[in-house]
């Protein structure tokens, strides 16, 4: 009922800056939180930062200070704004999704298909 497309991968150099874009359609009106995890080769998929419908957001203390995570309702969006790159930020980003009756983050709640993101030094 509810589909994720994420845009805005690649390569760039440490330090270096880079906007990744999550569009929802379907049933997006039901959506109560968004957000974006990662998983890096041989690592536990792992929060990188969510964003509730009362805009209250939570970051992964290893971004904290560098990532921002916006969300426009009029266009079912959900944005994460990446500065000073770093190579440990390497990994596949996906977007989340989730309702008060879906947990956003688990197998429950909803999904885009990833998107890479390689930071090179």
């Known amino acids: 009922q509810v589909q994720l497309v994420e845009s805005g991968g690649g390569l760039v150099q440490a330090g270096e800056s880079l906007r990744l874009s999550c569009a929802a359609s379907g049933s997006s009106t039901s959506l109560y939180a968004m957000g974006w995890f990662r998983q890096a080769p041989g690592k536990q998929r792992e929060l990188v930062a969510i964003?509730?419908?009362?805009?209250?957001?939570r970051y992964a203390d290893s971004v904290k200070g560098r990532f921002t995570v916006s969300r426009d309702f009029a266009k079912n969006t959900v944005s994460l704004q990446m500065n000073s790159l770093e190579t440990e930020d390497t990994a596949v980003y996906y977007c989340s999704a989730g309702t008060l009756f879906r947990a956003i983050g688990t197998s429950a709640g909803y999904w885009g298909q990833g998107i890479q993101v390689t930071v090179s030094s």
């Open positions: 964003i509730t419908g009362g805009s209250s957001s």
